[in-house]
Antibody, heavy 119, light 113 residues
Framework: EVQLVESGGGLVQPGGSLRLSCAASGFTFRRYWMHWVRQAPGKGLVWVSRIDTDGSTTSYADSVKGRFTISRDNAKNTVYLQLNSLRVEDTAVYHC????????????WGQGTMVTVSS | QSALTQPASVSGSPGQSITISCTGTSSDIGNYNLVSWYQQHPGKAPKLMIY???KRPSGVSNRFSGSKSGNTASLTISGLQAEDEADYYC?????????????FGTGTKVTVL
């Protein structure tokens, strides 16, 4: 079964840091670009970041550029999102997702991990 | 990177058809045929319903259809069923110069009356 499972969320104070992980299984992870998408409580989906197959190319939404860093370990079938200088407005469920079945859209999603930024 | 604009809510009776609009700009919807639609039930991960404007992934009911005109995309649900009650989001590939990204819509809550 093709699956993505996120972990690493939690409660952190403003200005703090957190590292999220997304473990992939059931497919050849190293062949696929990976993305992070977040959803604040009661709000819509927002694309956050993406990384290419070998980690050489990354891109970020303006709202997180310079604060978040995406990376991957193909040997561990895992993609990461390092969250630094966290703000209250970063509070959200963070999903990893990928374009898997030649649909050119996000057809595989993880259930998400909750990040709460609060003092 | 402004969100695409969707109506906050749309409702219909069982068996009826409803259409959800998604308005963007010439940098996203107007420039790429890479519009997708997602269904999200409360507490669940989004599910892909439409990709490349009008294509359905395997397993998605043919009651769901998509289209695009200019900077606006649309999702139509025909033969509305109780299980269709959910939030729906459009999404478009976008680009400015060499920077490519994705932009989602504001979301539409579909209520089956």
């Amino acid at each position: 079964e093709v699956q993505l499972v996120e972990s690493g969320g939690g409660l952190v104070q403003p200005g703090g840091s957190l590292r999220l992980s997304c473990a992939a299984s059931g497919f050849t992870f190293r062949r696929y670009w990976m993305h992070w998408v977040r959803q604040a409580p009661g709000k819509g989906l927002v694309w956050v970041s993406r990384i290419d197959t070998d980690g050489s190319t990354t891109s970020y939404a303006d709202s997180v550029k310079g604060r978040f860093t995406i990376s991957r370990d193909n040997a561990k079938n895992t993609v990461y999102l390092q969250l630094n200088s966290l703000r209250v407005e970063d509070t959200a469920v963070y999903h990893c997702a990928t374009i898997y079945d030649a649909t050119t859209a996000f057809d595989i999603w993880g259930q998400g991990t909750m990040v709460t930024v609060s003092s | 990177q402004s969100a695409l604009t969707q109506p906050a809510s749309v409702s219909g009776s069982p068996g009826q058809s409803i259409t959800i609009s998604c308005t963007g700009t010439s940098s996203d919807i107007g420039n790429y045929n890479l519009v997708s639609w997602y269904q999200q039930h409360p507490g669940k991960a989004p599910k892909l319903m439409i990709y490349e404007v009008s294509k359905r992934p395997s397993g998605v009911s043919n009651r769901f259809s998509g289209s695009k005109s200019g900077n606006t995309a649309s999702l139509t649900i025909s033969g509305l069923q109780a299980e269709d009650e959910a939030d729906y989001y459009c999404c478009s590939y976008a680009g400015i110069n060499t920077f490519a990204y994705y932009v989602f819509g504001t979301g539409t809550k579909v209520t089956v009356l």
